[in-house]
């Protein structure tokens, strides 16, 4: 009857029935992120408390030394299990699937299956005796390195729970804070009980005092559960959300530090990158292949899918809780469109205040001379002059008409068309406006994708178009149609002309005009703005004995 009213016993018991109301209070939110790691913590907990006070009370060598053993297994079971807690509840769960977090439940694993044979291999402790102590059956033994190696790793998994839940404690502020520090706090008074069991130090060493020190565990946790409504609001939610709403950004986001190296991305910047590199621990500026400013906006030329694309370069700064900088964070937003609008109303502009301005004043000068010509031949000269210039006007305004609708046109859905049979087509009304020109195509056949075939017919139209016009008398222009992958195909067309001018090349390629630099027309542009609504470049290679265009076309209807 003295130990039943014995302290050791009393405060070990009450310890174990603290841990198993908590046990039957977190079942009810079972479902919460982090709650039934913690209810294996506590039912680890609450069978460790009562294996010990039961251990307490038997005096049987036999029965003493199982309780024992049950007692120091279900030890074992709390670190991990409170780990996986941590990193669930703080919004960490896909830690809790990789095999750095498995392979810690060898320790508690070991210990379940070894320690009962431990009289037989003595790998956890030797010498065990029975050694009374406060009114109690206290017991005695060598602890051997096993048994500090499997303790001591179960503790360590509890230790970075807890610091996991500081953390959110510092990174998250009044929402989780009594719950994260109570919470957190808990599993050091515990802690201190191993140690002096472990280490075998304290006035009673014959007493395992853990169970006695998880009574301000229990208080701690309770004060969590039932008081603060743990399991109410979690960090998970907040850290989830930051997440999302980084990866749902529509933008590219990356986030450096104060040196510019990448410490973290969202999945439309990992898009962009497309080349299946982790792009983390490296200079933004190696990543881009441009150079980068931290501090001001800037526009910058990136490549991807194949295409050139413009951004808008926007940082801001990174600060800690103590305003201090710790980095950066730099959104690229997509202004491409945008820079094409603005290419397109350049263009435009220099045709109507540039080409028709000049090509009117040629008429009306040529008109003048016709009208005041006395020789017969002067005056027809001056008229198909005028006329010439005439019909080169209605052309430009044609073709001006013609991109409008282009550009108006494209949101339509994908169509499936042969190139080949598109390229003929084109050719052959080619031929009827330009009798002395050889105009032929070759290549695979049927070469069939889905596209635009409006968009598609205006680019090789005026590829073909531009080759005839610069060809001289009788030109020879060769379309070949070229499937390079199954959802790509590429259609050259080269001539035997003079090549196009370096200045129209270095227009088109800047894509911007000037008075002093600026194209002939708007053909070559048609084929660029044309191209790239296909979702590729056209691309030139020009020389003495020609020039050489290409434009890839990619299938774009889908799997």
């Known amino acids: 009857m003295s130990r039943l009213l014995a302290w050791p016993f009393l405060l070990s018991l009450l310890a174990g029935l603290g841990s198993l109301g908590l046990a039957r209070q977190l ?58 807690f941590a990193l669930e509840y703080t919004g960490r769960s896909n830690l809790v ?86 919470v957190a706090l808990s599993p050091l008074p515990p802690a201190l009980g191993i140690f002096a069991w472990l280490f075998q130090f304290g006035p009673v060493p014959e007493l395992n005092l853990t169970a006695v020190l998880f ?73 881009l292949g441009v150079s980068v400013s931290l501090t001001d906006d800037q526009r910058l030329g990136l490549r991807h899918d194949g295409q050139h694309r413009t951004y808008r370069l926007r940082p801001a700064p990174l600060t800690d809780s103590g305003d201090n900088l710790v980095g950066y964070t730099l959104v690229l937003q997509d202004i491409t469109d945008e820079v094409r609008r603005e290419q397109r109303l350049e263009v435009l502009n220099r045709v109507l205040r540039h080409n028709l301005r000049n090509d009117m004043t040629v008429v009306k000068g040529h008109l003048g001379v016709a009208m005041d010509a006395d020789d017969a031949t002067r005056r027809d000269d001056a008229l198909r002059t005028a006329d010439d210039k005439a019909e080169e006007l209605i052309a430009t305004s044609e073709k001006a008409r013609n991109v409008a609708e282009i550009l108006r046109n494209v949101a339509g859905d ?53 080759a005839v016009s610069h060809g001289g008398d009788a030109p020879t222009v060769t379309v070949t149609v070229e499937r390079r992958a199954p959802d790509l195909v590429c259609v050259t067309v080269a001539d035997d002309g003079p090549g196009i001018p370096d200045v129209e090349l270095e227009t088109l390629q800047s894509g911007t005009e000037t008075d002093l630099q600026h194209g002939s027309g708007l053909g070559l542009w048609v084929v660029r703005w044309g191209a790239e609504l296909l979702g590729r470049e056209v691309s030139f290679e020009t020389g003495a004995d020609g020039t050489t265009a290409t434009v890839c076309v990619p299938d774009q209807g889908g799997d």
């Open 27 to 84: 079942w009810r939110v079972r479902d919460r992120p982090g709650a039934r790691w913690f209810f294996v913590t506590l039912v680890g907990q609450t069978l460790f408390c009562l294996a010990y006070a039961g251990a307490l009370l038997v005096s049987g060598e036999t029965l003493r030394y199982g309780l024992e053993v049950l007692a120091v297994v279900s030890l074992h079971w709390i670190g991990v299990p409170f780990l996986g």
């Open 97 to 182: 699937d990789t095999w750095y977090f498995r392979s810690l439940f060898a320790f508690p694993l070991a210990a379940t299956v070894l320690l009962p044979f431990t009289a037989g291999h003595g790998l956890f402790w030797t010498d065990f005796a029975l050694d009374p102590a406060f009114g109690v059956v206290g017991a005695t033994y060598t602890t051997e390195p096993l048994l500090f190696v499997t303790v001591l790793g179960g503790t360590g998994g509890a230790s970075i729970g807890a610091l996991l839940l500081l953390e959110t404690f510092l990174d998250y502020g009044p929402l989780y804070r009594t719950e994260a520090i109570a």
């Open 215 to 287: 009574i301000p565990h229990v208080l701690l946790d309770g004060y969590a559960f039932v008081r603060s409504d743990m399991f109410e609001f979690h960090p998970a939610t907040r850290r989830a959300a930051e997440r999302s709403a980084l990866d749902d950004l529509p933008s590219p986001v990356f986030v450096v530090d104060e040196q510019g190296r990448i410490v973290e991305t969202n999945g439309r910047a990992r898009a962009v990158l497309s080349n299946g590199e982790d792009p983390v621990t490296r200079p933004v500026e190696d990543v």
């Open 414 to 466: 994908p169509i499936a068309v042969d190139v080949y049979d598109l390229c003929a087509d084109v050719t052959e009304s080619a031929r009827d406006s330009a009798p002395g020109a050889t105009v032929h195509v070759e290549g695979d056949s049927p070469a069939r994708v889905e596209t635009d075939p409006d968009v598609l017919a205006a680019v090789v139209r005026n590829l073909v178009e531009n």
